[in-house]
C-alpha cells in the first residue's frame, strides 16, 4: 500500500488565527475514503471551526469506533490526541479520558452503525451522563466497511443497491439524544458547511452533552442496476489477475438554502433528501416542542436541520459527581489515595 503525505511546508502568505496557526495547521492525513464522500465534508468543517476558534490542536483528544467514520479522525487535527477504540466502545473510553483529564476538548466521532447498533446503550449512557464533550454521527444509513447493508437509522421502506426494500423502522438518533438528556443537540447536512460550521463551533462552545446528527451520503452504494459502472458490472466483466472493487468517482453533494425553507436534495442513486432548516424565530430552549418538531417534520418525510435544542444552564459530568477542580491524572498519590481512615468512612456510609 502507498502513503502519499501532505507537504510540510506552508506558504509564507497563508493567514494565521489568534494563536498562530494556520488552517492547514489543523488538517490530518490525505483521506483514503471514496472521493466525494460526504464524511470529507464533515472533516472540513470541523478543521475550518477549530481555526476559526483559535483552538490549539494540542488541546483536542479525538475519539472513535469502527466504520468508515470512525477512520475520519485522521484527516483532521493531525496535532491533537488521538484513540481508535473497538466498535461501539468509543463513549465509555471517551468518559474515562474525560474524567481523568477534564482539560481538553474532547470529539467523539462515531457513525450510525458505530452508534445506533452495537454501541447504542453506550451512546445513551454518555448522553444522560452529561460528559463534557462534542459528538459528531456521521449517519449515511448504511454500513459502508462491509458492503453498504442497512444501519439502524436506514429509513423504513428504503432501497439498498441490491434492490431490498428496509422493513425496519429507523432510529432517530437526535431524537433519543433528546430523550437521554443530552443538554445540545443539532443536526446538519454535510454538504451545507455555511450551516454546519457554526453548529460545530456552538457544540465545542457548549458545556455538557453536545450531539450532532450529520447526514452524510455514501456514494460508494449508490449505484443502480444497469449502469456500466455498477459493482455488479464491473466484477462480471472482469478477468484481470487481480479482484479489486470500482467505485466510481462522484461529485460532492452541496446545497445552500436559507432559514425555513425546504429543499430537495437529490442523491446519487436517484432518490432524493427532503432537509427543512429552521426558521430564526425557532426556540432551542424548549425541549418538548423540539421533540414535537421533530416528530411532525419526520411524518411529513423532512430531516429537520439546525440547532434543535440547546440547555444554556447545563452541567457536565465533573460537577454532577463533584469531583476536583484539578485534573485527576495531575494529582499525587497522597491526594488519590487519603489513607484507610477515609477509605474506613467510605465503607461505612455504604453501609
Same mark, same amino acid.
Given at each position: ?24 495547521d489543523y488538517e490530518g492525513k490525505i483521506s483514503t475514503l471514496c472521493a466525494g464522500c460526504g464524511h470529507d465534508s464533515i472533516s472540513a468543517a470541523i478543521i475550518q471551526a477549530?481555526?476559526? =476558534? ?5 488541546? &483536542?483528544?479525538? +475519539?472513535?469506533?469502527? $466504520?468508515?467514520?470512525?477512520? #475520519?479522525?485522521?484527516? @483532521? ?49 454518555? =448522553? ?5 464533550? &462534542?459528538?459528531? +454521527?456521521?449517519?449515511? $444509513?448504511?454500513?459502508?466497511? #462491509?458492503?453498504?447493508? @442497512? ?17 425496519d423502522s429507523p432510529i432517530d438518533t437526535v431524537s433519543l439524544a433528546l430523550l437521554m438528556g443530552a443538554s445540545f443537540v443539532a443536526r446538519g447536512f454535510s454538504g451545507d458547511?455555511?450551516?454546519?460550521v457554526p453548529i460545530i463551533k456552538a457544540a465545542i462552545g457548549h458545556k455538557g452533552a453536545a450531539f450532532i446528527d450529520v447526514i452524510s451520503p455514501c456514494v460508494a452504494f ?130
Open positions: 500500500m502507498t502513503y502519499i503525505a501532505k507537504p510540510r511546508l506552508h506558504h509564507p502568505t497563508l493567514p494565521v488565527n489568534r494563536v498562530g496557526f494556520t488552517r492547514r477549530c481555526w476559526e =476558534m483559535d483552538i490549539e490542536p494540542h488541546r &483536542v483528544a479525538k +475519539l472513535s469506533g469502527i $466504520g468508515c467514520s470512525s477512520k #475520519t479522525p485522521d484527516y @483532521f487535527l493531525g496535532n491533537s490526541h488521538g484513540f481508535n477504540t473497538v466498535h461501539g466502545r468509543m463513549p465509555s473510553v471517551l468518559t474515562g479520558a474525560n474524567l481523568a483529564n477534564r482539560d481538553l476538548l474532547y470529539l467523539g466521532v462515531s457513525g450510525d452503525g458505530d452508534s445506533a447498533s452495537i454501541g447504542l446503550g453506550q451512546f445513551a449512557h454518555v =448522553m444522560r451522563r452529561g460528559v463534557n464533550m &462534542v459528538y459528531i +454521527l456521521e449517519n449515511n $444509513g448504511v454500513y459502508g466497511l #462491509t458492503k453498504g447493508q @442497512f444501519s439502524a437509522t436506514a429509513d423504513e421502506g428504503s432501497k439498498s443497491k441490491r434492490g431490498v426494500v428496509n422493513t458547511k455555511g450551516q454546519l449508490n449505484n443502480h442496476a444497469g449502469s456500466t459502472r455498477s459493482y455488479d458490472y464491473v466484477r462480471e466483466h472482469n478477468e484481470a489477475v487481480n479482484r479489486i472493487d470500482f467505485i466510481e468517482t462522484r461529485p460532492e453533494i452541496r446545497t445552500e438554502y436559507e432559514a425555513g425553507d425546504v429543499i430537495e436534495v437529490p442523491q446519487h442513486d436517484g432518490t432524493v433528501l427532503r432537509l427543512r432548516k429552521l426558521h430564526a424565530d425557532y426556540d432551542p430552549t424548549d425541549k418538548v416542542g423540539a421533540m414535537n418538531f421533530i416528530q411532525q417534520h419526520q411524518a411529513r418525510g423532512e430531516i429537520v436541520t439546525g440547532l434543535l435544542y440547546a440547555n444554556p444552564d447545563a452541567e457536565d459530568l465533573h460537577e454532577h459527581l463533584g469531583t476536583a477542580d484539578v485534573p485527576f491524572n495531575r494529582l499525587e498519590a497522597a491526594e488519590l489515595c487519603p489513607g484507610a481512615g477515609a477509605l474506613e468512612k467510605i465503607n461505612a456510609a455504604l453501609r
